[in-house]
Nanobody, 125 residues
Framework: EMQLVDSGGGLVQAGGSLRLSCAAS????????IGWFRQAPGKEREGVSC????????NYADSVKGRFTISSDNAKNTVYLQMNSLKPEDTAVYYCAAALGSSWWGFPEGYLEVWGQGTLVTVSS
């Protein structure tokens, strides 16, 4: 069974940092692009970042460029999202997601094959 387990969310003050983890199982990690969406209260879900487990190429939303860094540990089948300089507007439920190929950036959500359960990030002002 294909599965993603995301973790690492929590409460942090503005300017602080958090690191999210996404542990994958049940599929060939190297063949997939993995990353995060987020959904803030009352807003649509949006892509945050994506990484190719094959070649390490990355994509970021403009709102997080320079503050968030995505990375992949293929030995552990785990993707990380290091979030620095957090802002109250980063408050959301973050969902890990995966799709076959080198990137899912710009594709509709229906393209994603497996989703994590979500982890809540709350940034206080």
């Amino acid at each position: 069974e294909m599965q993603l387990v995301d973790s690492g969310g929590g409460l942090v003050q503005a300017g602080g940092s958090l690191r999210l983890s996404c542990a994958a199982s049940g599929f060939t990690f190297d063949d997939y692009a993995i990353g995060w969406f987020r959904q803030a209260p009352g807003k649509e879900r949006e892509g945050v970042s994506c990484i190719s487990s094959r070649d390490g190429s990355t994509n970021y939303a403009d709102s997080v460029k320079g503050r968030f860094t995505i990375s992949s540990d293929n030995a552990k089948n785990t993707v990380y999202l290091q979030m620095n300089s957090l802002k109250p507007e980063d408050t959301a439920v973050y969902y890990c997601a995966a799709a076959l190929g080198s990137s899912w950036w710009g594709f509709p959500e229906g393209y994603l094959e497996v989703w994590g359960q979500g982890t809540l990030v709350t940034v206080s002002s």
